[in-house]
């Protein structure tokens, strides 16, 4: 197969597209995220997943890693992607609950990566100012 400066060109553009696309999510992930202290959060079998949670916007990122993903229990040896929405799923709701806003709700996801997806919630009771103190999960950091 020949490759002219043309299709070149055409595979450094598309190159660059999708390198833009990782640093504008890097970029979103760190504004929005920056300064938050994880906290953890187990589902299942007591996989642990980290959470951060930007109480203002209402929005949390569920943070796996790749040994997980790949050696996880209750995965049997089968794909990780099959599972997983359903435990980053749960591990969102599982922390809205721990940290005592059941009446809050996950209303939309965004998957950045198969190890971080933004779920964003919605809650009854009003958004808290900066700074008020708010429920963390016991003995987690």
Known sequence: MRTGPGRLALVAVAGAIVAAAGCTEFSYISKTYVGLQPQVVTIGCNDPYEIYDQRQQRKVLIVSNHLRE????????????????????????????????????????????????????????????????????PGRY
């Not at 992607?81 to 059941?102: G, I, K, P, Q, V």
């Not at 709700?105 to 971080?116: N, R, W």
């Open 70 to 137: 790949v050696t996880g229990c209750g995965l049997e040896g089968r794909d990780p992607a099959l599972t997983r929405r359903r435990r980053f799923s749960e591990a969102a709701a599982t922390y809205l609950r721990e940290t005592a806003r059941e009446t809050c709700t996950i209303v939309g996801e965004t998957v950045f990566t198969d190890l971080q997806t933004e779920f964003v919630y919605s809650c009854a009771e009003p958004i808290e100012k900066p700074g008020t103190k708010v429920p963390r999960l």
